[in-house]
């Protein structure tokens, strides 16, 4: 009778271990799938958050880069000579500071002949020889190098330096017979000067206040007079450029 009892609560003992095990399993295979649940989501919302970012990132980039395309060729435009009236800012002689040699001197000793190649190839409507010629007038000039501090500019000819202050005199918006246009930015003396002259007329391209990188220069006493010169444009760029960096500049534009 004994046996049997002990036998009966046994069974019984085993049962009750097998139920409390089986819950055990359960409610752990719950926690565990409802932590894999939590993990899946947490994972897709940071990987939504990632998408979002690289998505905001790449509208970001490519507004960016149209931005920077449409102001490129906003920039080309008006290099070339398009551009509107209401586009035309006044300028300081800030914007020419800096110490400037003549480029006529490398034209002379060949180192440009590079330059005249290149346009005869890419541009199609003269010769080297001929580009040559035609910027041997453009660029001849006295004057080897001009130094410009605040208002007051040096003109440097066969080492003799003359400075005076110039104080600007507005601009005037050119059309020329091909159609495009230019900007003269326009100095006159503040006071009277010898060996120097009463206006300077600056073209470096721009239409609006910027820091030159060369510019084209026209000098004389006769403002209108200045206006209607197109063939000789004496041509400066910073004294610290040698002339194969000059070259290699003119032929990136």
């Known amino acids: 009778m004994l046996v049997s009892l002990l036998k009966r609560f046994g069974f019984i003992m085993v049962g009750v271990l097998?139920?409390?095990?089986?819950?055990?399993?359960?409610?752990?295979?719950?926690?565990?799938?409802?932590?894999?649940?939590?993990?899946?989501?947490?994972?897709?919302?940071?990987?939504?958050?990632?998408?979002?970012?690289d998505d905001h990132d790449h509208d970001h980039d490519e507004h960016e880069h149209e931005h920077h395309h449409a102001h490129d060729e906003e920039t080309e435009e008006i290099y070339n000579g398009y551009f509107e009236d209401s586009q035309v800012q006044d300028r300081t002689l800030s914007d020419w500071e800096g110490d400037w040699q003549s480029v006529y001197p490398y034209l002379q000793?060949?180192?440009?002949?590079?330059?005249?190649?290149?346009?005869?190839e890419h541009e199609g409507d003269k010769t080297a020889e001929e580009y040559k010629a035609y910027y041997d007038t453009g660029y001849q000039t006295e004057v080897e190098r001009i130094v410009i501090d605040g208002?007051?500019?040096?003109?440097?000819?066969?080492?003799?330096?003359?400075?005076?202050?110039?104080?600007?005199?507005?601009?005037?918006?050119?059309?020329?017979?091909?159609g495009n246009r230019g900007v003269r930015y326009i100095f006159k003396l503040a006071e009277e000067a010898e060996n120097l002259p009463q206006y300077i007329q600056f073209s470096d391209h721009s239409i609006y206040p910027t820091k030159a990188s060369h510019y084209h220069l026209y000098w004389g006493d006769d403002r209108e007079a200045l206006l209607e010169e197109v063939t000789n444009w004496p041509t400066y760029y910073p004294s610290e450029m040698d002339g194969h960096d000059i070259a290699h500049e003119m032929m990136a534009h």
């Open 109 to 120: 000793d060949g180192t440009l002949d590079e330059v005249f190649t290149h346009k005869a």
């Open 18 to 53: 097998v139920i409390l095990v089986g819950c055990q399993s359960e409610d752990s295979s719950t926690e565990d799938t409802d932590a894999s649940s939590e993990s899946q989501t947490e994972t897709t919302e940071a990987e939504q958050e990632t998408k979002d970012k």
């Open 151 to 178: 208002e007051m500019v040096t003109f440097v000819e066969n080492g003799e330096e003359n400075t005076a202050q110039y104080i600007s005199d507005g601009y005037e918006i050119l059309t020329y017979d091909a």
